[in-house]
């Protein structure tokens, strides 16, 4: 049995941790933070947890390092919060997963030119890893501290990575992704509100988004690719479609496609490819899977890959949940695997 503690456990990914932890035969959840919501039930803030034993007494607990000593720490909290946390937590020896952007990077320039952020600079002698586990296993096994990948990143990696590695198509690719609102956190805006949603789906950062760098990052760790990406916000609550557009250098047919899809993803018990090429937002809600299709390619060559997979769980509280399992030896699809929700 190992003990788990949740920075940021009001918000969406921190509910999702909750959610998905209270499944786990051999996780106890110990301290869950809220700053406007101490001393509260953490079920009176997520009704939908009520009932289930484990969670059942936990209350809100100030922010206060000192107090935190789980095996592991998730820090749900926002890009800027976590590079303030989480060097603390590291100080304590504590294991870290950080759901935020703010250690993806080495280069801590990319915060001040995509985030707008100032970085309070890199973990000395610290083993960080990326935590995507179907590219990045051998060095999240014994990392102290895992950077959860962005939600975007995680459909478009996935969906693109076997065609970069084998070299196969040009290095220009256009991934064009549709989210749910709940990407955009617990607490509501102008952009979320729902009149402003509904019945619309609407490009933001069209060429600015943060997740380009990291995209192209992890693509050039195993092979050419130039990225461009676009967010789109559609009128559901949870979900990313991916539509990845690309060039073939090389003659290559679908059904070969299909069988390098499968090769490559032999092994991973979260990637499930869709031979028929048509993934869905239901087919993934709620679960931890990123669902492959597409496999299209036109009369000018032109390849189009699709992904599917839920933000909040393959997006961010379920694969740092499969990164934990990664880190502790347990088996990796522990109080993760259950199928979606279709219809
Ligand atoms: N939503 C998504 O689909 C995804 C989100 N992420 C990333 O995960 C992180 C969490 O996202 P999400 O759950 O949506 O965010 P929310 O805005 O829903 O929740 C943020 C949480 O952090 C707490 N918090 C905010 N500021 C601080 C602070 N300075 N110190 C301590 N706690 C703080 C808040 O609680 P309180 O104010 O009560 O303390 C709240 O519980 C973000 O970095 C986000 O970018 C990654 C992938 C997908
Ligand atoms: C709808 C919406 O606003 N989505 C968020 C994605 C959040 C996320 O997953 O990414 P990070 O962990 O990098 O913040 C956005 O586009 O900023």
Redesign the pocket.
């Known amino acids: 049995m190992i003990t788990a503690s949740i920075i940021g456990g009001t918000g969406y990914t921190g509910g999702e941790l909750l959610r998905l932890l209270a499944n786990h035969p051999y996780v106890d959840v110990e301290y869950v933070t809220s700053r406007k919501e101490a001393g509260k039930k953490i079920t009176k803030i997520h009704p939908h947890l009520r009932g289930i034993k484990k969670l059942e007494n936990l209350e809100f607990m100030d922010v206060d390092v000192d107090k935190i000593d789980s095996d592991v720490v998730f820090c749900a909290t926002p ?1 800027g919060a976590s590079m303030k946390i989480v060097p603390q937590l590291i100080e304590k020896g504590l294991k870290v997963i950080d ?3 703010d250690y993806r990077f080495e280069n801590i320039g990319v915060y001040e030119e995509w985030y707008g952020l100032k970085h309070t600079g890199v973990l000395e002698g610290i083993k960080i890893a990326y935590g995507l586990p179907e590219l990045h296993r051998d060095e999240i096994i014994d990392a102290q501290l895992v950077a959860n990948p ?3 990143p995680t459909g478009a990696i996935l969906a693109v990575a076997p065609l970069v590695k084998e070299n196969i198509i040009e290095e220009r690719i256009i991934i064009d992704s549709k ?1 749910g ?1 709940s ?2 956190g617990v607490n509501p805006t102008e952009t979320t509100h729902f009149p402003n949603v509904n019945e619309d789906i609407t490009p933001y950062k069209i060429t600015t ?3 380009t760098p990291e995209i192209e990052k992890e693509l050039k760790k195993i092979g050419n690719a130039r990225v461009s990406f676009t ?1 789109h ?1 559609a009128p559901i609550t949870r979900g990313i479609l991916t539509t990845a557009h690309t060039f073939v250098k090389k003659e290559i047919n679908k059904e070969e496609l299909i069988k390098l899809y499968k090769k490559f993803y032999k092994d991973e018990p979260f990637v499930r490819i869709f031979e028929d090429g048509k993934v869905s937002l239901t087919g993934v809600r709620g679960t931890n899977f990123c669902d492959i299709g597409g496999f299209e390619i036109d009369r000018n060559g032109r390849l189009v890959m699709t992904s599917s997979i839920d ?1 909040l769980v393959k ?2 509280s379920g694969q740092a949940i499969q990164n934990m399992n990664i880190m502790f030896g347990f088996e990796e699809t522990l109080g993760l695997l259950f199928g979606g929700l279709k219809p």
């Open positions: 890009h759901l935020s952007g962005g939600c975007f989210t609102v990407g955009a988004h943060r997740h967010p916000l933000n997006g961010a």
